[in-house]
């Protein structure tokens, strides 16, 4: 080998020895742009998107380094999302996170190309073609809220057996609300409970809901996961107590306010698990490729404070079986 060939030869494994460390080096120094399309504001959602970051930070992005994050929220009002996902669009966002079924196929309308990561979607439905193989710009994380429901209505009569009539608050424009309903008949049913639907599409049919509940003779709720009734949490938990109504909740934060019982998927957990997403897609996957994911971790919150004002004895399984006591 001649002298000049051994130092091409040496250049050549230099090169590639510093290929890795190049490419290392151009990704760090590439900033990436997530847009979110949630339901409720950020200060209501700390707790997810601090779950959010820490994933994020995890993998090396690091907001206001390496990351910038566009939050956009339709406070409730779900006719807000499609003019926020075209918002986001317009921003040239490298990814979008959503929550929900309608922030998704809000953004699912106004792009086919920029990939979507979604957090707790209740089915795959009109979403993605199966969890296996999403077959679009679309993947995530589901929460399996339809089955959810049935678990919540046998909670509910675990925790309040003198229960005969129930009532589902959901709103039924969101299009994981009807399979939810269907699963509530079908389980109140086995339970000999009858039911009712309070169908709540804004915040003006709140009041119309709770005077039908009481014309009925409502004496127990099972809240629906929507953003509008994350928005009217607070008046959802009053107007129960206030009628001494037993109710269970889709969410933590509705029984750290003051809600008696809650069963969901933990959401901080969740929103961690959106990073590994998010990375690998930034790294070139596609994620029409990225099976969508099931929950596995859940939570069983009971506010002992509440059950005790209701005059309710937490029965010694269920007790047992939960997560947090809040007292």
Request: aromatic content about 8%.
């Amino acid at each position: 080998m001649s002298s000049m060939t051994r130092r091409e030869f040496i250049g050549l494994v230099i090169a590639a020895s510093m290929w890795p460390l190049a490419t290392r080096a151009q990704q760090a120094g590439k900033t990436y742009r997530i847009g979110i399309l949630e339901t409720v504001s950020a200060a209501r959602n700390a707790s997810n998107l601090d779950a959010l970051r820490r994933g994020l930070r995890d993998f090396g992005y690091v907001e206001g380094r390496n990351l910038f994050i566009e939050y956009r929220s339709a406070d409730g009002r779900a006719e807000r999302f499609p003019g926020l996902a075209s918002e986001l669009v317009g921003l040239n966002v490298d990814l979008v996170v959503t929550r929900g079924t309608p922030a998704t196929m809000a953004i699912q309308s106004v792009t086919g190309i920029i990939p979507v990561v979604m957090a707790a979607m209740g089915g795959p439905g009109a979403i993605v073609a199966s969890f296996a193989r999403p077959g679009s710009n679309i993947t995530g994380v589901i929460t399996f809220s339809t089955e959810l429901t049935a678990k919540r209505v046998e909670i509910l009569k675990e925790l309040a057996p003198g229960l005969s009539r129930i009532a589902l608050l959901h709103n039924m424009g969101n299009p994981a609300a009807p399979p939810e309903w269907e699963e509530t008949k079908a389980a109140a049913r086995s339970l000999g409970l009858q039911t009712e639907l309070l169908d709540v599409r804004s915040e003006g049919d709140l009041g119309p809901a709770f005077e039908l509940a009481v014309r009925q003779h409502v004496d127990g709720l099972v809240i629906g996961a929507d953003g509008l009734t994350q928005m009217l949490q607070q008046t959802i938990i009053a107007f129960a107590a206030r009628n001494r109504l037993p109710a269970v909740y889709p969410a933590r934060e509705f029984v750290g306010d003051g809600g008696l019982i809650g069963y969901a998927v933990n959401y901080p957990n969740l929103y961690f698990r959106l990073a590994a997403f998010v990375d690998k897609i930034f790294k070139g996957a596609k994620p029409g490729d990225l099976p969508v994911e099931q929950p596995t971790k859940f939570e069983l919150v009971i506010n002992l404070k509440t059950a005790k004002a209701l005059g309710l004895a937490v029965p010694p399984l269920l007790f047992a079986r939960a997560d947090e006591l809040i007292e």
